[in-house]
């Protein structure tokens, strides 16, 4: 079975308006983390936002928020105020496990590309 | 504060030749991780090491490639008598901290090296 899922192969959006990513996970464990990296054309991976499974509340950084719900199993990211530099192949990864037992490989969905028309 | 640095970006070789790529962490970063990744997929995990210790394989890593780091600093990964299916783009990321905190920091990645095997 899948670990992460992302079922939108390509998105578009308007600049300026709100888009949102979709990420669902499959896990047993009750420790994990959920992680958001952008990926440009030119290929590097940047990190945006990072959701602990024990988190009370859901993270927040900049543009970015995750809306985590634990008992659907989802992850999704939230772009507010789109721009055109946030065109890229956006992928949802998580970190099993307590860190001690299992180390902190990431396990990643296959993405979805992100288009932010003018 | 530079970021992770891989070398060389890209790489062409014939089929059945030795290729060995080189990857240096942000520096006090201690673990360093290995990824691939083909086109249209996300990244898969390789294997990582804390400090000098490689702590984690993944059954990907075949008998063919095998990653050093020697002194805890940079990181070697060589594949042995290449295949078609060893093209794609390798990744390596690095992150810092403690046996508690290392699942809740983010990977950072280099830009990559991209194997093309003729």
């Known amino acids: 079975a899948q670990k992460i899922t992302q079922t939108q192969p390509g998105m578009f959006v308007q600049e300026k308006e709100a888009v949102t990513l979709d990420c669902t996970y499959d896990?047993?464990?009750?420790?994990?983390?959920l992680f958001w990296y952008k990926q440009p054309s030119s290929g590097e991976m940047i990190f945006l936002i990072y959701?602990?499974?024990?988190?009370?509340q859901n993270a927040t950084e900049g543009r970015y928020s995750l809306n985590f719900q634990k008992a659907r199993k989802s992850a999704n990211l939230v772009i507010s105020a789109s721009q055109l530099g946030d065109s890229a192949m956006y992928f949802c990864?998580?970190?099993?496990?307590?860190?001690?037992?299992?180390?902190?490989?990431?396990?990643f969905g296959e993405g979805t590309q992100l288009t932010v028309n003018p | 504060d530079t970021g992770v640095s891989q070398d060389p970006r890209h790489k062409i070789t014939k089929r059945g030749q030795n290729v060995t790529f080189r990857c240096d962490p942000i520096?006090?970063?201690?673990?360093l991780y290995w990824y691939r990744q083909t086109l249209g997929q996300g990244p898969e995990f390789l294997t990582y090491?804390?400090?000098?210790?490689?702590?984690?394989k993944s059954r990907l890593l075949s008998d063919r490639f095998s990653a050093e780091r020697p002194k805890g600093s940079f990181s070697t990964l060589e594949i042995q008598r290449t295949e078609q299916g060893d093209s794609a783009m390798y990744l390596c990321?690095?992150?810092?901290?403690?046996?508690?905190?290392?699942?809740?920091?983010?990977?950072?990645f280099g830009d990559g090296t991209r194997l093309s095997i003729l």
């Open positions: 990321a690095s992150s810092v901290g403690t046996a508690q905190t290392y699942g809740n920091q983010p990977q950072h």
């Open positions: 896990t047993s464990d009750p420790s994990y983390g």
């Open positions: 959701q602990g499974s024990y988190d009370q």
């Open positions: 990864a998580m970190r099993e496990g307590r860190e001690e037992t299992s180390g902190s490989r990431l396990t």
């Open positions: 520096s006090e970063h201690n673990r």
């Open positions: 090491f804390q400090n000098e210790a490689q702590l984690e």
